[in-house]
């Protein structure tokens, strides 16, 4: 079970916008920032925003983060077939010494 | 270009051990905490380890506690991860993946060595 709470799937056709949510606790996401992460099978995860917000330098402004309370979000706009994957969200949690907790991951199907 | 090679993976029996390694190159290896992320088949990605940058600090899941110890060495710009008394359920996918501390962000991972459990 992960620590934070994704739904497993999620769909939209070419052009649509979705947003794929994370919850958390006090100790995670409601005292630090949120990561997102696009993963395709067998390659290495791939940064898509990071301090909740933030695009590094090459990500389309058409992916964007928000993060209210201990909850947090991504959007997707302009929908394109590529945009199938995994998306995962991260935080740092305070707990036991500190450690990195993860969702368990929302598989986005492009119809 | 920063890049992150894993290596070390392979089948192995139950109660055997691994040792995975990662190479960096493209930064200053020795002033970056980094981490060891785990993805078994079919599931989502977890958090197995990470250690500071000058070896100071080091964390383990509790799911690997006791058995696995992170390592590195920053003259060799690389990461180490000993994996004894391996189980079945520790079969999966391993990524070693650089933390950017100011962000608090793991920005970049390799591309991840696979490691099989199994009789």
């Known amino acids: 079970q992960s620590v934070l709470t994704q739904p497993p799937s999620a769909s939209g056709t070419p052009g649509q916008r979705v947003t794929i949510s994370c919850s958390g606790s006090?100790?995670?996401?409601?005292?630090?920032?949120v990561n997102w992460y696009q993963h395709l099978p067998g390659t290495a995860p791939k940064l898509l925003i990071y301090?909740?917000?933030q695009r590094p330098s090459g990500v389309p402004d058409r992916f964007s983060g928000s993060k209210s309370g201990t909850s947090a979000s991504l959007a997707i706009s302009g929908l394109q077939s590529e945009d199938e994957a995994d998306y995962y969200c991260?935080?740092?949690?305070?707990?036991?010494?500190?450690?990195?907790?993860f969702g368990g991951g929302t598989k986005l199907t492009v119809l | 270009q920063v890049q992150l090679v894993e290596s070390g993976g392979g089948l192995v029996k139950p109660g055997g051990s691994l040792r995975l390694s990662c190479a960096a190159s493209?930064?200053?290896?020795?002033?970056?905490?980094m981490s060891w992320i785990r993805q078994a088949p079919g599931k989502g990605l977890e958090w197995v380890s990470y250690?500071?940058?000058?070896?100071?600090?080091?964390n383990y899941a509790d799911s690997v506690k006791g058995r696995f110890t992170i390592s590195r060495d920053n003259a060799k710009n690389s990461l180490y991860l000993q994996m004894n008394s391996l189980r079945a359920e520790d079969t999966a996918v391993y990524y070693c993946?650089?933390?950017?501390?100011?962000?608090?962000?793991?920005?970049?991972w390799g591309q991840g060595t696979l490691v099989t459990v199994s009789s």
């Open positions: 006090s100790s995670n996401i409601g005292s630090n920032t």
């Open positions: 250690i500071s940058s000058s070896s100071s600090y080091t």
């Open positions: 991260a935080a740092w949690d305070d707990s036991l010494n500190g450690r990195w907790v």
């Open positions: 301090s909740n917000n």
């Open positions: 493209g930064f200053t290896f020795s002033d970056y905490y």
């Open positions: 993946a650089r933390e950017d501390l100011r962000s608090r962000t793991l920005d970049y």
